[in-house]
T-cell receptor, first 108, second 114 residues
Framework: GEDVEQSLFLSVREGDSSVINCTYT??????LYWYKQEPGAGLQLLTY?????DMKQDQRLTVLLNKKDKHLSLRIADTQTGDSAIYFC????????FGTGTRLKVLA | KAGVTQTPRYLIKTRGQQVTLSCSPI?????VSWYQQTPGQGLQFLFE???????NKGNFPGRFSGRQFSNSRSEMNVSTLELGDSALYLC?????????????FGEGSWLTVV
């Protein structure tokens, strides 16, 4: 199958860590991606991870990949109000399959 | 380096009309893909072009078509518009034909069909 699933909402307090989860059914993709979408805007690439990696860290962002469970997560450390947005995980090559998106709300 | 540019940003069309959306990829990028985003269906892949050839196609009716020019710019066309075609249409580009290459999105074209 091609399903990529995410929880719809996440609310955290400013300064806390946020963890956004994603599960997928097809493990054939070489790369997995995280995108951010702010209101009225397109998708901004945040980070990606190669399928033979377990973890990737990029400043405040940490991506964890559990290939056995087909589970991908994005951790945002020290979450700020500017991080409020919808976050999409995606997999694919020429054709990306996107998750439903997780709306992150950061409370001041 | 300029990003992916889409025009127009906003447009309103009437049912039955047709629309053409334009996308200029990042300089040097030869692959252009299109996605439709709606609240109900989320992000769905329309098609992907590389070197003026459609390489992949999603599950959309034939009313949705596209093309790519020799300078890698791309257009998509929707004919006989329906209310359900109201959506954000996103264009993305990537630099190589290699699988798994990262795609970069434009700001999108907001289409409202009335």
């Amino acid at each position: 199958g091609e399903d990529v699933e995410q929880s719809l909402f996440l609310s955290v307090r400013e300064g806390d860590s946020s963890v956004i989860n994603c599960t997928y059914t097809d493990s054939s993709s070489t790369y997995l991606y995280w995108y951010k979408q702010e209101p009225g805007a397109g998708l901004q690439l945040l980070t990606y991870i190669f399928s033979n990696m377990d973890m990737k860290q990029d400043q405040r962002l940490t991506v964890l990949l559990n290939k056995k469970d087909k589970h991908l997560s994005l951790r945002i450390a020290d979450t700020q109000t500017g991080d409020s947005a919808i976050y999409f995980c995606a997999r694919g090559t020429y054709k990306y399959i996107f998750g439903t998106g997780t709306r992150l709300k950061v409370l001041a | 380096k300029a990003g992916v540019t889409q025009t127009p940003r906003y447009l309103i069309k009437t049912r039955g009309q047709q629309v053409t959306l334009s996308c200029s990829p990042i300089s040097g990028h030869r692959s252009v893909s299109w996605y439709q985003q709606t609240p109900g269906q989320g992000l769905q892949f329309l098609f992907e072009y590389f070197s003026e050839t459609q390489r992949n196609k999603g599950n959309f009716p034939g009313r949705f078509s596209g093309r790519q020019f020799s300078n890698s710019r791309s257009e998509m066309n929707v004919s006989t518009l329906e209310l359900g075609d109201s959506a954000l249409y996103l264009c993305a580009s990537s630099s190589t034909a290699a699988s798994g290459n990262t795609i970069y999105f434009g700001e999108g074209s907001w289409l409202t069909v009335v």
